[in-house]
């Protein structure tokens, strides 16, 4: 099956953009959903069908997906985003996570 | 709104069972599947498997195929997930999530259960 490959940590600013990629294997031809975990919180989902933001998810964060590459991007990152990003994909009738990102908002 | 409450923390031998409950509310629990997560401490979340509402029809990670197994019961709208011969390396917080499908091969988890902490510890 098909690996999903995340930058382990990525750092931004307070009020800038932050991006954080997933790579796999044509990866969009696929779908690709984003979850928000902060420490000793259950998962969130901030993105799901690439790009579609679920209800109570601020606009700060948006989706892309194109090739081989997801990008989950948070313009004006606030020190509430601090928080494990992981995204998903369904593949051949099973779900693969991505290893997660750590966001650092300093 | 949508709950999914799962069962409380359990600490287990090595070698033995144990068996995780999330009861489903706020929605109709035979239209979505229900998917089962962990995550080891300090790692990230690791995909098991998920079952069905409707039927009950499953589909695993291959590496727990052959000790785990989900069910439902659709009476009381929980799905459960029982994994047998523990190992320390099986100690992990444990999720159910609800699996929403939008078309083809579009699905995701939108909520999530609140965990339960399975150590597994001689």
């Not at chain 2, 590496?63 to 659709?74: A, G, H, L, N, P």
């Not at chain 2, 159910?96 to 939008?102: H, K, N, V, Y």
Request: contains cysteine.
């Amino acid at each position: 099956s098909s690996e999903l490959t995340q930058p382990p940590s990525v750092s931004v600013s307070p009020g800038q953009t932050a991006s954080i990629t997933c790579s796999g294997d044509k990866l969009g031809q696929k779908y690709v959903s984003w979850c928000q975990q902060k420490p000793g919180q259950s998962p969130v989902l901030v993105i799901f069908q690439d790009n579609q933001r679920p209800s109570g998810i601020p606009e700060r964060f948006s989706g892309s997906n194109s090739g081989n590459t997801a990008t989950l991007t948070i313009s004006g990152s606030q020190s509430v985003d601090e928080a494990d990003y992981y995204c998903q994909t369904w593949d051949s009738r099973m779900m693969l996570f991505g290893g997660g990102t750590r966001l650092t908002v300093l | 709104q949508v709950q999914l409450l799962q069962s409380g923390a359990e600490v287990k031998k090595p070698g033995a069972s144990v068996k995780v409950s999330c009861k489903a509310s706020g929605y109709t629990f035979n239209n979505y599947n229900i998917g089962w997560v962990r995550q080891a401490p300090g790692q990230g979340l690791e995909w098991m498997g998920s079952i069905s509402g409707y039927n009950g029809n499953t589909n695993h990670e291959q590496k727990f195929r052959d000790r785990v197994t989900m069910t439902t019961d659709t009476s009381t709208s929980k799905s459960y997930m029982e994994l047998r011969s523990l190992r320390s390396d099986d100690t992990a917080v444990y999720y159910c999530a609800r699996l929403r499908s939008s078309g083809g091969t579009n699905y995701y988890f939108d909520y999530w259960g609140q965990g339960t902490l399975v150590t597994v510890s001689s």
